[in-house]
């Protein structure tokens, strides 16, 4: 007979002690998730998307373009999105549970993280108040997007952003993004 085997709940504390290996570790509502070093594909995509977004953040004093080794936490769990836009934290020496929720978070997927960020961190992320989620997905060259209290929306040519009704539409063209 197969008995299911029981995960135990990891700590942010248990987390942080872990080796600096060249891995990356996530903490989502106690399941740890270790990620492998990304590829050079994987950050070239990443490297194309902040070029467009840095001057359109910057031009509406949307705040700062934030890449891995920022980390989102909220309620026990620690993420370090591919990009994340959102204000600089008001102080100095902050923890990462003070500064303002993004307004913007994206995850490029792989094949280490496909599943966990279309279902754990899709749920983590809006659940902590992130107003706009994107899923980048090299293989099917699509940007699912996941906006709070709305659909996801899968585009394959033109992503559209705007985090303001009364500001112009930031256009991102995915065939530059995945050329």
Not at 31 to 51: G, K
Not at 62 to 83: C, Q, W
């Amino acid at each position: 007979m197969h008995m299911a085997t029981q995960t135990r709940a990891w700590t942010l504390e248990e987390v942080h002690r872990l080796p600096d290996d060249g891995n990356k570790y996530e903490l989502v509502r106690g399941e740890l998730f270790v990620t492998p070093a990304p590829t050079v594909d994987h950050e070239t995509i990443i490297a194309r998307l902040a070029r467009v977004i840095e001057p359109y953040v910057a031009a509406h004093g949307l705040g700062l373009v934030y890449r891995p080794r920022a980390v989102l936490r909220f309620e026990g769990s620690e993420v370090e999105p591919d990009v994340m836009v959102r204000q600089p934290p008001a102080g100095k020496r902050l923890r990462w549970e003070k500064v303002p929720v993004p307004i913007l978070v994206v995850e490029v997927l792989s094949p280490f993280t496909r599943r966990r960020d279309r279902e754990q961190k899709r749920a983590f992320y809006m659940d902590a108040g992130v107003a706009e989620y994107w899923i980048v997905d090299p293989e099917s060259a699509s940007v699912t997007v996941v906006r709070h209290g709305s659909d996801a929306v899968t585009v394959r040519d033109e992503l559209l952003w705007r985090p303001r009704s009364e500001m112009p539409s930031l256009a991102v063209l995915l065939s530059d993004l995945f050329r």
